[in-house]
């Protein structure tokens, strides 16, 4: 069971306890977590990693677990917030603590192995899941799927597949996670009839584990489908796991299955935000700005504010920072410099850093890479950069409802942004508020020629017309 503590404003204190009845299971701790063993002395579940989050997504780490007593099969432990994060002036209410779920056992994992060597045989019951190459099955491939927590797909932050390493040989760097398209059954795949895959996002990829101090942990983030699979937007048939290099027979892994003991099974871990009636606008700022720039910045996020919408201006984030968030936001607009198919990330002395790409770019981050729906949950993407047209039809493509980029160098995008979010602030839909939003910057600032943000023939957008309130 998941339990978490959500506070609803500002409390006095900043320690918290509280009681669990463990009937058959003694609790420990160590330096790094509260753990939980059963008779055998076997750990099954721990404490450790615990989070925060506050309704404009600030987030901490600072969250410590100790175990005060054990008596009568009854824990009394401790949860402490740093008092420097959770008293912060800028903390917004309400604040959700421990947002974050597993799914582990043989009752809620379903999983298995097949071989080519082998092709109508099951391994169901095995103790084991085999990738790769090697002479005794040869092409060695694994399937696992979990049942999901009840838990809003627009709250999911991050999410992740751990899996133990039992041997291997050769490189695990090729080890890849792809979504199942069809049904199968741990008790019945094989090798001769084995599911269809979806081959289409290689993005989930095998990197060591920190959660576990690795001791042969293996992650797999797969934030976009566990995403699909609660809103419904993907079948749950789980995943495939296969090595890339699939002709050596001196490269392949084994990992632990469901069927092994405690606590070497595998795991999904959710973590999110349950204050999911929010909607979440955010102004990434990727280059300097003057201070007229930033100001019709600050007059954006104040009108989507004023539509409802939880926003804030990030500056100078990461490429990887504007692709884990853009999905959870109803509202994004990335301003900087670009070309057709990147925006550059800038540091505040101006200096390149990083590039979002929008193309198929191997070892780079890119909106290519997400899979088809990831950005379902984005009413409206904005790209105030040159050539960020093929951004805007990328976001759309990848689920966006509605994007807006333009087609050459543009000037004043800011300013033309700003008048279309006062005419959607107003009650106009995002086509109605278009044409209005060119005349009233036209009005105010003439035409600037060839990179005049608010000419029909110069900016661009994609999908269906929304409103925003």
Same mark, same amino acid.
């Given at each position: ?24 299971? #003694? ?198 489908? #566990? ?93 990887? #920072? ?141 999908? #269906? ?5």
């Amino acid at each position: 069971m998941k339990e978490y503590l959500v506070l609803s404003d500002r409390a006095d204190q900043c320690t918290f306890k509280f009681q669990y009845y463990l009937a058959g299971l #003694t609790p420990a701790q160590d330096e790094e977590s509260i753990y939980f063993k059963n008779e055998s002395g076997d750990p099954i579940f721990k404490i450790k990693g615990l989070t925060a989050f506050d309704n404009l997504s600030g987030y901490t780490e600072e969250v410590k677990a100790k175990l005060l007593d054990y008596n009568d099969n009854t824990a009394t432990i401790e949860i402490t917030v740093s008092p420097d994060w959770l008293w912060a002036a800028e903390r917004e209410y309400p604040i959700a603590i421990d947002p974050m779920t597993m799914v582990c056992g043989e009752y809620v994992t379903y999983d298995s192995y097949i071989s080519s060597l082998d092709p109508d045989v099951n391994f169901y019951v095995n103790d084991y899941l085999r990738m790769g190459k090697d002479t005794d099955f040869g092409i060695r491939r694994s399937a696992i799927q979990f049942e999901l927590p009840n838990i809003a797909a627009s709250a999911v932050t991050s999410a992740c597949i751990n899996i133990r390493l039992y041997s291997s040989e050769g490189s695990l760097n090729t080890l890849y996670a792809t979504p199942i398209k069809s049904h199968w059954t741990s008790s019945s795949i094989t090798w001769n009839n084995q599911p269809s895959y979806d081959l289409s996002d290689l993005s989930m990829r095998a990197v060591p584990d920190t959660w576990h101090d690795n001791d042969n942990w293996y992650t797999w983030p797969c934030t976009s489908v #566990t995403k699909q699979w609660l809103d419904g937007s993907r079948s749950n048939y789980g995943v495939k796991i296969f090595d890339s290099n699939e002709s050596n027979t001196a490269h392949w892994s084994t990992f632990y299955s469901s069927d092994y003991g405690a606590p070497n099974r595998p795991e999904l871990m959710i973590y999110y935000n349950d204050n999911n009636t929010t909607q979440y606008m955010r102004y990434f700022i990727v280059t300097p700005l003057s201070s007229t720039d930033d100001q019709a910045a600050t007059q954006i996020v104040g009108k989507c504010s004023a539509m409802g919408y939880s926003s804030a201006k990030v500056y100078y984030p990461t490429a990887t #920072t504007i692709y884990n968030d853009m999905p959870s936001n109803a509202i994004n607009v990335l301003h900087g410099h670009g070309s057709d198919d990147y925006i550059i990330m800038k540091d505040s002395s101006g200096n390149n850093v990083d590039y979002l790409y929008c193309t198929s770019q191997s070892g780079k981050t890119s909106i290519y890479n997400y899979s088809s729906g990831a950005l379902s949950n984005n009413k409206l993407d904005i790209f105030i950069a040159c050539h960020s047209k093929q951004m805007a039809l990328r976001s759309w493509n990848k689920g966006a409802t509605c994007t807006l980029g333009f087609m050459n160098n543009v000037s004043g995008g800011e300013d033309f942004v700003n008048y279309l979010m006062y005419y959607m602030q107003n009650g106009k839909s995002f086509t109605e508020a278009l044409p209005l939003a060119s005349s009233a910057y036209h009005d105010a600032n003439g035409c600037c020629g060839s990179s005049c943000p608010a000419d029909s023939y110069h900016y661009i957008y994609y999908g #269906t017309n929304i409103y925003l309130q």
